[in-house]
């Protein structure tokens, strides 16, 4: 499990996929192009799992020894890599807010007229696009809220309460699957 090989298959899979999503323009090929990237992100997960090594960072937080350079590092991928490598890679942030602004000027606007049915349904697709977008926007910033809780939390030396949270920390997201 977790091996390269196996993951270049199945980014081959996906890459195969995408292209048959843009020939055929279906919600079934895409839905299963949603199924196939969950499926390749669960084994970069657990290629990432095999070259971490968690187990003595583990063991360093739960004996409350003083991190390391590199035992910091790990800590940090394994609670907020995900954030941080998302945050770097992402660049549709401004666009999502523009396009907030652009939809809820339109909805502003239909606000001062009188709602006959076409303008109500009108209404009701802002919204669905307000809707679409929103969650983006929301999920951009809470792994930038989340990174930064990681930075100030990790600045200074940690006490034992903190080794101890940090332990659970990792033990549950190893437990659940979501390293």
């Not at 007229?113 to 951009?140: F, I, K, Q, T």
């Given at each position: 499990?977790?091996?390269?090989?196996?993951?270049?298959?199945?980014?081959?899979?996906?890459?195969e996929l995408a292209s048959r999503c843009s020939q055929?323009?279906?919600?079934?090929?895409?839905?299963?192009?949603?199924?196939?990237?969950?499926?390749?992100?669960?084994?970069?997960?657990?290629?990432?799992?095999?070259?971490?090594?968690?187990?003595?960072?583990?063991?360093?937080?739960?004996?409350?020894?003083?991190?390391?350079?590199?035992?910091?590092?790990?800590?940090?991928?394994?609670?907020?890599?995900?954030?941080?490598?998302?945050?770097?890679?992402?660049?549709?942030?401004?666009?999502?807010?523009?396009?907030?602004?652009?939809?809820?000027?339109?909805?502003?606007?239909?606000?001062?007229?009188?709602?006959?049915?076409?303008?109500?349904?009108?209404?009701?697709?802002?919204?669905?696009?307000?809707?679409?977008?929103?969650?983006?926007?929301?999920?951009?910033?809470?792994?930038?809220?989340?990174?930064?809780?990681?930075?100030?939390?990790?600045?200074?030396?940690?006490?034992?309460?903190?080794?101890?949270?940090?332990?659970?920390?990792?033990?549950?997201?190893?437990?659940?699957?979501?390293?």
């Amino acid at each position: 499990m977790g091996s390269v090989p196996q993951l270049n298959v199945t980014i081959q899979k996906t890459l195969e996929l995408a292209s048959r999503c843009s020939q055929l323009e279906t919600s079934e090929i895409y839905g299963a192009l949603g199924d196939q990237v969950e499926e390749l992100e669960a084994q970069a997960r657990e290629a990432f799992q095999a070259r971490t090594n968690i187990a003595t960072l583990l063991s360093g937080l739960k004996a409350k020894k003083p991190l390391t350079a590199e035992d910091l590092k790990t800590l940090e991928l394994v609670i907020v890599g995900d954030a941080e490598f998302f945050l770097k890679y992402e660049t549709e942030f401004d666009r999502w807010k523009s396009e907030l602004r652009q939809l809820i000027g339109e909805i502003s606007e239909l606000q001062s007229s009188d709602l006959d049915v076409e303008g109500l349904m009108h209404l009701r697709a802002l919204c669905a696009e307000v809707g679409r977008v929103l969650p983006d926007v929301v999920y951009y910033l809470d792994q930038k809220e989340r990174t930064g809780k990681f930075q100030a939390a990790t600045r200074e030396p940690l006490d034992p309460e903190s080794y101890r949270v940090l332990a659970e920390i990792v033990e549950q997201m190893r437990s659940s699957g979501k390293m």
